[in-house]
């Protein structure tokens, strides 16, 4: 269901960083980390690399001598990846069950009650600050769901406005219910 449109992967940047350079991967574990620096020096100094791939704030290395080279490990790798659901047309309601389902997902991942997650990350659950997936792809579904309601709340407001306008420009309650009748028609019209 998901389509992946864009992806953050420093090992797939870096593999092809070393095919532009005729190196092979993966390289030596002798050579791993100084080349993964390099690669990562290069790509934030580099213009031809567009923003999903630049890489200084997906990899946190680690320092022995408090210098800021060679690194001697790598604390923490990040992968982001940014999808389409391929949902157009489909009904709000199945879109938001959808959402829904993610999010509690998302839940289940990162309170590690998941069997799968325990191995993958043992002794490292609850996790208190620290998020290991985020539904940021449902981002715009927040957005969407407050046009909505922005709408709506906006077209009972006008309406309850338009209707004691002509109310108390007329003092004619049967003109101010036709008024909101004919209002009411046109937002039926209009929404479909």
Known sequence: LLGIQEQNCIMKGFRDWLGEHNETFPVPQGTYLSRLWDFVVYSNKHESFVPHLVYNDKILFKFGDGTDR???????MFFTFNTSLQVWGNPHDAIKDWHDD???????????DLPWV????PNTFPLKDKIIHSADVWVWMHTQLMLVRGAISGT???LSLATAVVFGATLNILMALIVLLELLGVVGYVLG
């Not at 060679?70 to 923490?76: E, L």
């Not at 993610?102 to 590690?112: L, P, T």
């Not at 325990?118 to 990350?121: K, N, V």
């Open 118 to 121: 325990q191995a993958i990350y």
């Open 102 to 112: 993610w999010d509690s997902w998302i839940g289940d991942v990162n309170s590690g």
């Open 156 to 158: 009972l407001m006008s």
């Open 70 to 76: 060679p690194p001697t490990g790598i604390s923490v």
